[in-house]
């Protein structure tokens, strides 16, 4: 089995047992609160009927209009910075529910809005943390250097420990300031900033719900909102180092099967079991002439018949597994970031969404050899091989597959 499909098992796997593990904690921990909880109220409600004489009808729909005034009691909701922070709930996918559209044309728009603001600001937030971790991981590699240290290289780790540290620390300062404004603990306050920056948001504590805070206090008000923005970026970038790395493990296994695959083809073709090269491949337009003319002048000028020459489908065979063998080599190797390669009669451009084989495969130019793809004098980036820089970072430079230029074998003429 691949390297791959165990992964994706051992995946499925972990996760089912960590939701069986979660699922057994929180039963053993919360079950016998909900029951003592439910008997008090349930106890709470007799008593209140019998003192006011409610009958259970009555009592059920007072208790429809409470939770109905529930949302106001906090003051107006759907002003500008009320709807602000709905709007911020909305497309981080936080989520709190403690307002919600109660129009059909607000819920149909609340849908639109999402559908379109919730992609926007995951692609924003993954930008903004890649940018943070490229800024600290030169400010690191400045101090190592100036600090005089041997290796001024910085490793994954130090960028994982430096997110972790930076993740708590704005964890503890929202704590600080929540538990200050809305006068829980410092522990419910660090709950509160762990839930909404984890975009779960429960909605058991939400913040700007007290006072009237949302018109009268308008500096929590801009802290709050920028607190949550900030806060998030800086979860993004701890993400974007710790769990894009796992995401790639795939991408690498493939690539490293196929240099394998094409490793053992090499071996083949010196043993003289690879395909041979079809005529006129990997020569220049002089020779081809001259093996023109004198294919003619021996099938017309001195009686002797030429040779027709019928398909070998086993050549066919063999040339179309070398060119899917490189359209999956090449299809993990660096590209050049301007895009553009130049091939032996034209420029091609060449997609995000295609290898440089399938690209030159597309536009009609067939590959037979691997002197084709590693010819330095007709093949390479428009702006110069030398100067390309590497665009991904699971990839080696396609200089390391110049080996196979060896196996570009020539035929000599009749």
């Not at 040779?307 to 086993?314: A, E, H, I, Q, S």
Request: with cysteine.
């Amino acid at each position: 089995m691949k390297r791959q499909n165990v992964r994706t098992l051992a995946l499925i796997i972990c996760t089912f047992s960590y939701l069986l593990i979660g699922a057994s904690v929180f039963d053993a921990i919360e079950s016998k609160h909900e029951n003592s909880q439910k008997r008090q109220l349930d106890q709470r409600k007799f008593e209140l009927m019998r003192k006011y004489n409610l009958t259970r009808t009555g009592f059920d729909e007072l208790e429809k209009v409470v939770l109905q005034l529930k949302p106001h009691k906090s003051g107006v909701q759907w002003k500008f910075a009320g709807s602000f922070y709905f709007a911020i709930t909305v497309i981080t996918t936080i989520g709190y529910g403690h307002a919600a559209p109660s129009t059909d044309a607000g819920k149909a728009f609340c849908m639109g809005y999402a559908l379109l603001g919730i992609p926007l600001t995951l692609v924003m937030f993954q930008s903004v943390g890649e940018r943070i971790n490229t800024f600290v991981r030169f400010l690191l590699h400045k101090t190592k250097k100036c600090l005089g240290m041997r290796h001024t290289d910085v490793s994954m780790a130090n960028m994982v420990t430096i997110g972790f540290f930076a993740c708590i620390s704005t964890l503890c300062i929202g704590a600080a300031a929540f538990s200050h404004y809305e006068g829980w603990s410092f522990f419910h306050a660090y709950y509160y900033c762990f839930i909404t920056l984890t975009t779960i948001g429960f909605g058991d504590y939400v913040a700007l719900q007290k006072d009237n805070a949302l018109q009268n206090n308008p500096n929590y008000v801009a802290f709050s909102f920028v607190y949550i923005l900030t806060g998030l970026t800086v979860i993004g970038a701890f993400l974007n180092l710790v769990v894009l790395r796992f995401l790639t493990m795939n991408a690498e296994d493939e690539r490293r099967d196929a240099e394998q695959r094409a490793l053992l083809s090499r071996e083949k073709q010196h043993r003289g079991v690879g395909p041979p090269q079809s005529p006129g491949v990997g020569q220049g337009p002089v020779q081809r002439r001259r093996r023109h003319r004198h294919r003619h002048h021996m099938g017309s000028g001195y009686g002797v018949p030429a040779v027709p020459r019928f398909p070998d489908p086993g050549l066919e065979s063999r040339q179309r597994g070398l060119r899917d063998m490189y359209a999956e080599v090449l299809h993990f190797q660096t590209m050049c970031s301007c895009l553009w390669y130049r091939s032996r009669e034209k420029l091609v451009a060449l997609p995000h969404d295609l290898s440089f084989s399938e690209a030159l495969m597309e536009q009609g130019q067939v590959v037979t050899s691997p002197g084709d793809f590693f010819d330095p004098g007709v093949s390479g980036c428009v702006c110069s091989p030398h100067r390309c820089s590497a665009d991904s970072c699971l990839s080696t430079d396609l200089h390391s597959m110049a080996p196979f230029s060896l196996c570009a074998l020539r035929r000599s003429s009749v």
